[in-house]
């Protein structure tokens, strides 16, 4: 007898373009104490299928066409909204993905896990509640739980945040856990933590656990089962051995080929008899936190870039990694300006970049250029696709006003998007199509050395191997050197021809890429190439 | 055949953001209603010297106040004066004080909102603390020192009434720049190499707009009724001439014994109002290429 049993479930959406189907025809059991990975991309229905069982779907647009899903022996897809509450936070709990934004930032964390107490067990005094929450906060390794009990959500750390949102989804003690990419928002080191801690309470709690995550590798060795979903079917499901070794499903297979598991093909590797031809000498970046009438008191200052220096040569791809907070955007944003560093020496082929006056600077800025990292905030949403890859050709006057069209239509051609969209504003792709528009704004000015701040990481999985073959490919046929910045090791291995480790503001490690994931020499690269999460094939 | 045409749409001449939001308004009824009473109200305002059926000074006292007649459409007020022709003239005054001090309060107030939100720290410091001193300076000092200073003019009026409603406009500017200046899509700007005033003009203040015309819409009428509260204070202004708002107020004062003299004013000023409302949401929703889809 099975704890859950899903049975052909529909889900819905009304849209403008008439109704979808998110969730089409999933079936599914779950024993207690069993761990179900569900994986997909983004809009491939794996929350919608879970968020439907407890009625989270928003309606309208969306309605459950059909199927049911028996919990405990009752059919939750029967239940009206008052008897699903009872289910809801209480015998089945959720763990969503960003605890900044899932736990009320006006109430102390204690508060909200009484609150999720009391609601379902009116009977429970609050003193009782209290040692509950405490209990529940120290099993999932807060420390001093005491005193961090009456903290704000935004006085814990990201993952400290996650193990508060755990927390509160086992203070009730429930026999089903939903965690909708629990680990997504989280660095790597972290993100390994917290998988540890759902794994150590999965097994103590015997709790069934649906564990819905884009990435393979972190389901790979939880899950007893895994179902693979694509536009809300399941294409492929079975043991992760199964999945992994022997998947039939093309689109499985494609999931599996886009993780990079190896360095780039050689032909595209660099030279590395060329000269340098980025210097950064001992760059040194801080921000004041200000306070006062006319904010000029300084209170503090965070030390973002600490006395770095290093080297790019010529046509290389340099790979900064690093977890977040550890300063490795603004060291690139120094580089290039876009924030002002207080010391040091930088040059980009002939200009020497913290020299130059106001205007130099500006024309200066087409020889090198940026790509960011979230393809929905990098675009002017009120500029057409032509009218965001001509202003930089008009800016630094590249084409004549009649040259502009054809320019722009060869941009879109290089970055493979179709010359008949060139109309179109931003809001009308998907993100892999807008992170090729702002590739093509950052090649229109033919710049020599491109920054780019993460420009996968807001890409789903098979996207991102599309975007980084094509940067590959760009940055060859235009000689490019470039400064991938990235917190994912295995896209930097994939990308890069050496890697700079960066933690704090400082430079822990440089090396080859391939020696540098082979031998790493400083204990923190070793700690971060641990955490990653592998797929073992024997 | 789809194809073609969109093939054919990409060697068009290229679209600005205002072309299209023009396409888009159009398909809005609501606000093209709104802008079709507003038109006929702006064009009756021009013509009034020459369609006014009567003299606005024209003062029969042995007529005093008569209801609706064939004479008077609109009934006449107390001094016998025709209703309508005082609504007529009141008009070119009401529209004028409108669109003169909003667009004094509408310029300050977004250049000053921006140029704040921009640049940021000390420089935003400075500029927002001198706009919460002028908020806390009261409105009625302000005027009658500038009128004492000035003199009374119709033009001061104007600056008078947007030199004070551009606090507000400056405040609501400011917030959505700071918002918008750490998009991504700023420093992409500033990495291409755009002066700070490219950035402002063709990056900034495009993705303001919703609110802007939005608060303009709803600047307009207050600016009106401001104007009838400073012509009771003397500074405005004096009959026989009349406004809007003078006409209202002088309504609301007689309005039990005739109460046309306050329907009529009010039924064009909330007509006004609904039209602006109507145009404005309507352009907010047509510049803003998410709202619609075509």
Same mark, same amino acid.
């Given at each position: ?77 029967? &239940? ?144 007893? !089962? ?151 905030? *990098? ?30 239509? !060869? ?10 969209? $060139? ?83 400082? $430079? ?26 592998? $797929? !073992?094939?024997? | ?37 507003? *038109? ?6 021009? &013509? ?12 029969? &006292? ?24 005082? %609504? ?38 400075? %500029? ?71 950035? %402002?003009?063709? !990056? ?32 405005? $202004?004096?009959?026989?001439? *009349? ?52």
């Amino acid at each position: 007898m099975s704890l859950l049993n899903v049975k052909n479930l529909r889900t819905s959406f009304y849209t403008r373009e008439g109704q979808t189907l998110a969730v089409d025809d999933v079936s599914f059991s779950l024993n207690k104490g069993e761990v179900l990975g569900i994986v997909g991309e983004s809009g491939s229905g794996k929350s919608v299928a879970c968020y439907s069982l407890l009625g989270l779907v928003p309606s309208p647009p969306g309605k459950i066409e059909g199927g049911s899903a028996i919990f405990d022996g009752k059919d939750l897809l029967k &239940l009206n909204e008052k008897a699903l509450r009872a289910y809801r936070g209480n015998r089945i709990a959720m763990i969503f993905q960003d605890p900044m934004t899932s736990l009320n930032p006006f109430m102390r964390v204690g508060d909200q896990l009484i609150e999720a107490l009391r609601c379902h067990n009116k009977t429970l005094s609050k003193k009782a509640a209290k040692e509950k929450a405490l209990s529940a906060l120290e099993e999932v390794g807060i420390n001093n739980a005491r005193e961090r009990i009456d903290s704000y959500p935004h006085e814990f750390s990201g993952g400290m945040r996650q193990r508060v949102m755990i927390a509160m989804a086992l203070v009730t003690e429930p026999e089903l856990i939903i965690a909708d990419e629990p680990t997504t928002a989280l660095d790597v080191t972290v993100q390994k933590q917290i998988l540890q801690l759902l794994k150590d309470l999965q097994a103590s709690h015997d709790l069934a656990v649906i564990f819905i995550t884009h990435d393979l590798g972190v389901v790979a060795d939880m899950a007893k !089962h895994i179902l693979v979903m694509k536009n809300g079917r399941v294409v492929e499901e079975g043991s992760p051995a199964d999945i992994f070794e022997n998947c039939s499903h093309p689109y499985t297979r494609k999931l599996i080929a886009a993780i990079p598991q190896s360095a780039k093909p050689d032909e595209f590797k660099y030279d590395s008899s060329h000269e340098d031809f980025v210097e950064a000498k001992n760059v040194v970046t801080h921000f004041n936190n200000t306070r006062g009438l006319f904010r000029q008191r300084i209170v503090s200052t965070v030390k973002a870039v600490d006395d770095i220096s290093l080297n790019i040569r010529e046509g290389e791809i340099f790979g900064l990694v690093g977890e977040s907070g550890s300063g490795k955007s603004t060291f690139g944003r120094s580089l290039i300006r876009l924030v002002e560093s207080q010391a040091g020496d930088i040059r980009i082929g002939k200009h020497r970049i913290r020299e130059l006056g106001n205007t130099s600077l500006r024309e200066a800025r087409r020889d090198f250029q940026m790509i960011f990292q979230d393809p929905y905030a *990098s675009l002017n949403p009120r500029m057409t696709v032509f009218d965001t890859l001509a202003e930089p050709l008009l800016l630094h006057k590249l084409a004549k006003k009649n040259e502009v069209l054809e320019r722009v239509n !060869h941009l879109m051609d290089e970055v493979g998007l179709e010359r008949k969209h $060139i109309r179109k504003y931003p809001h009308e792709f998907s993100g892999g199509q807008r992170q090729r528009i702002a590739i093509a704004r950052a090649l229109a000015v033919e710049p020599r050395f491109i920054v780019a701040d993460e420009p996968v990481s807001a890409l789903d999985v098979t996207i991102q191997a599309q975007i980084l073959d094509l940067l590959l490919k760009l940055a060859k046929k235009h000689q490019l050197t470039m400064l991938f910045i990235s917190h994912d090791l295995s896209v930097v291995r994939y990308l890069c021809d050496r890697v700079a480790v960066m933690q704090h503001g400082k $430079i822990v490690e440089i090396e080859e890429t391939e020696k540098l994931f082979l031998s790493p020499q400083q204990p923190y690269t070793q700690k971060l190439l641990s955490a990653i999460p592998r $797929i !073992h094939t024997n | 055949m789809s194809e073609l045409i969109q093939e054919l749409q990409q060697y068009e001449k290229g679209r600005s953001l205002w072309q299209d939001a023009f396409r888009r308004l159009r398909k809005n009824k609501l606000a093209m209603f709104g802008m079709a009473v507003l *038109s006929i109200i702006v064009v009756l305002a021009l &013509l009034t010297p020459w369609i006014a059926p009567y003299s606005y000074e024209q003062q029969d &006292l042995y007529l005093g106040a008569t209801p609706p007649s064939a004479e008077h459409w609109f009934g006449t007020d107390v001094f016998g004066r025709d209703q309508l022709t005082r %609504m007529l003239y009141g008009s070119r005054i009401s529209l004028m004080v409108g669109l003169v001090a909003t667009s004094v309060a509408l310029l300050i107030g977004v250049l000053w909102g921006t140029i704040a939100g921009f640049f940021g720290g000390r420089v935003d410091a400075i %500029m927002m603390r001198l706009v919460d001193i002028l908020y806390a300076l009261p409105f009625a000092i302000f005027i009658i020192l500038l009128t004492v200073v000035f003199g009374r003019s119709m033009l001061l009026l104007f600056l008078a009434i947007g030199a004070v409603e551009w606090l507000t406009m400056a405040r609501i500017v400011r917030g959505q720049v700071v918002s918008l200046r750490r998009q991504e899509f700023i420093e992409a700007a500033v990495a291409m190499g755009l002066t700070r005033w490219q950035i %402002m003009q063709k !990056h900034l203040i495009p993705n303001v707009l919703g609110p802007i015309i939005i608060y303009t819409t709803l600047t307009i009428p207050s600016v009106i009724l401001l104007e009838s509260f400073l012509s009771f204070l003397g500074l405005g $202004i004096q009959p026989p001439q *009349s406004s809007w708002g003078s006409l209202i107020k002088a309504g609301v004062e007689t309005m039990e014994e005739y109460p046309w003299l306050l329907i009529y004013p009010g039924i064009l000023l909330s007509l006004t109002l609904f039209s602006l409302n109507f145009l404005g949401d309507g352009l907010r929703d047509a510049l803003d290429p998410r709202a619609s889809q075509d």
